[in-house]
């Protein structure tokens, strides 16, 4: 009839309550002690008996469980399903992502940047051969998504919005959905260039701020030396609200969180504890343009260790928690036969850490997709679904085998590959809980 879900994770907290997380669906959950006792009596039961029979305590707890992925039933195959789900948009070719650079130009000189100093605006022959391939596929076409990169994209606006306004005409034409990002330093990021990026439908940006004024002005300076990290937090404190801003906030052995209160209080004077969706990027040497960083980098696990701390510190400042443990279908575009990153010179990649590295590139936009080019098939071929390690992993919806390029290009060990979910998950189960029960703790007082 059913039986116990292989994603689960129950896990004591607050005086004899649980959490409660299911990795296949998603779901979590806050169990008081009394329910925990009803859902442990149902899974003794499901564990000894094909046809058990539950009270009138359990039935309603078993529709629940059963709604939120904890219990299936005996015929269902959630690991089945989730490799159906990777593989339906692994090789979707109705659904396609382009992530753009229409120039390698960049206005900071950042130390630990893998693009070193790239130069070269996108031509108009290439502007053409980009949009040729998508109207060659236009009948196909269900979605396009574009992720603006670089380089510093907003240098090349003019680029974007050509491009832009030929995909708007596409669409009417063919009627497939649209939705556009942007990955910027944000220094560029006025409120003008907001209003031109609204008018190309870009409602997402992604910022990056290295912790406060002193830390990020020395890694991320402007290419004449100047510092960048007041603009860039007006620029996001306008844009915040029009658009949707995440910070990225890169972490390293620099970064503590002292750095990281410092950050916080900047935020918070600026009206954005409540706006500010922030997260820590995994800084490591992708390349070797910057590989003399290494040395400062943290490891997978160092790395979780960290994420901790400083989502504890963000709680206890009263910012909300965005990182979810969600199950996926495909880690990146790299496992996907739709999504490519290309360069202002049409050169093709499918990892964005390859992008203006010619060796990693996988052809060009004039030509076909070479499915069987070697920069293709390195990043693709790993299924995490015949791998025995991943396959038996408890958590293997949320992570997917992790960065198919750390994977293929460092040569790195089981535990050292997946995401920081396999070293932090029980602890920030904890956080999110504690984030999620601030954000309704109104809403249950006002009702007592």
């Known amino acids: ?26 779901a979590v959950a806050m169990v008081t002690a009394e329910n925990y006792k009803v859902l442990d009596g149902i899974f003794d039961k499901l564990s000894v008996s094909e046809n058990p029979d539950f009270d009138d305590a359990e039935r309603p707890l078993l529709q629940q469980l059963l709604y939120a992925g904890f219990v299936c039933r005996d015929t269902s195959d959630q690991t089945g399903e989730a490799a159906f789900n990777h593989y339906r948009v692994r090789y979707d070719s109705a659904n396609c992502g382009y992530v753009i650079a229409p120039t390698m130009a960049c206005n900071m000189a950042c130390t630990y940047c893998f693009e ?3 130069t070269g605006r996108m031509s108009e022959e290439i502007i053409k051969a980009l949009l040729d391939r998508i109207e060659k596929n236009l009948a196909g076409t269900r979605s396009l998504t574009t992720c603006w990169y670089g380089g510093e994209p907003l240098l090349a606006m003019d680029i974007m919005e050509k491009i832009t306004k030929a995909i708007f005409l596409m669409k009417e034409k063919a009627g497939f959905r649209y939705m556009s990002s942007i990955i910027t330093n944000g220094y560029l990021l006025t409120p ?6 609204l008018e190309m439908k870009i409602k997402t940006a992604q910022v990056t701020l290295d912790g406060p004024a002193r830390l990020h002005n020395k890694k991320r300076p402007l290419k004449n030396g100047k510092p960048s990290y007041d603009r860039i937090l007006e620029n996001v404190k306008n844009a915040s609200g029009r658009i949707n801003v995440s910070i990225r906030v890169n972490i390293d052995k620099d970064f503590d969180v002292k750095m990281l209160d410092e950050m916080l209080i900047d935020l918070e004077t600026g009206g954005l504890r409540d706006k500010a969706r922030i997260y ?9 343009v910057c590989a003399n960083i290494s040395e400062n980098c943290h490891s997978a696990e160092d790395f979780s ?23 996926i279908t495909n880690y990146c575009l790299a496992q996907t036969i739709s999504g490519i990153v290309m360069d202002n010179e049409g050169a093709l990649y499918k990892c964005l850490n390859h992008i203006g590295d010619k060796s990693k590139s996988m052809g060009h936009i004039r030509d076909g997709l070479d499915f069987q080019h070697p920069n293709f ?6 299924d995490p679904f015949h791998d025995d390690d991943c396959r038996e992993c408890n ?24 995401e920081t979910w396999k070293h932090n998950l029980p602890e920030m189960l904890e956080i999110i809980a504690l984030s999620r029960y601030r954000r309704i703790e109104p809403e249950i ?3 007592t």
């Open 1 to 26: 009839m059913y039986k116990v879900s292989i994603y689960n994770h129950f896990q004591p907290w607050d005086d004899g309550n649980y959490i409660a997380y299911n990795a296949f669906s998603g």
């Open 116 to 118: 070193s100093n790239k």
């Open 192 to 197: 003008e260039n907001v209003d031109r990026l």
């Open 280 to 288: 820590f990027g995994f800084l490591e040497p992708a390349t070797s």
């Open 305 to 327: 260790r960290a994420e901790i701390e400083h989502f504890r510190l963000m709680l206890e400042r009263g910012f909300s928690i965005d990182k979810l443990p969600q199950p």
């Open 377 to 382: 098939t390195r990043l693709f071929r790993f």
């Open 395 to 418: 958590i293997l919806p949320i992570c997917l085998g992790g960065c198919p390029s750390r994977r293929a290009e460092r040569g790195l060990g089981s535990g050292k590959i997946c």
């Open 445 to 447: 007082k006002e009702k």
